[in-house]
């Protein structure tokens, strides 16, 4: 069970009025984006290997993202710039592995970017919000 949530600086509650329509947060934001949040962000009681293993797999997302920075592949050699290229793929290979059992959509679509021996060209898994 969750603690509380807010929406708007006050405590969700349906006897207070205040509410929030899942159904509606998924057609805006996708099925996978709210699990995302709920598994990352929202406070639990009780049982946490859920949020351990979230953070588990965001800091693969922050090891490729702090590689990226220091490789900057865009400016290698062609041959070193192949190394790192498949590094980075390898990481997106193993995050779609360790996603599907939280996020099987995302992860399909992550591991369909990296399939096969031409990338796709990139598309974001979540929407952007605010823009």
Not at 72 to 91: D, F, H, I, N
Request: hydrophobic content about 45%.
């Amino acid at each position: 069970m969750h603690d509380y949530l807010t929406a708007g600086g006050r405590k969700i509650s349906k006897s207070s009025g205040v509410t929030v329509d899942p159904v509606a947060l998924v057609h805006a934001y996708g099925v996978d984006a709210v699990r995302w949040w709920l598994l990352r962000e929202v406070p639990r009681v009780g049982d946490f290997d859920f949020r351990r293993a979230a953070a588990a797999v965001w800091a693969i997302v922050e090891q490729a993202n702090r590689y990226v920075e220091h490789s900057r592949p865009w400016r290698q050699p062609p041959e070193e710039r192949e190394v790192s290229l498949a590094t980075l793929v390898r990481a997106c290979r193993t995050l779609a592995v360790q996603l599907e059992p939280f996020l099987p959509t995302a992860a399909a679509r992550v591991a369909a970017g990296v399939s096969g021996t031409r990338l796709a060209r990139p598309e974001p898994i979540f929407p952007r919000l605010g823009g």
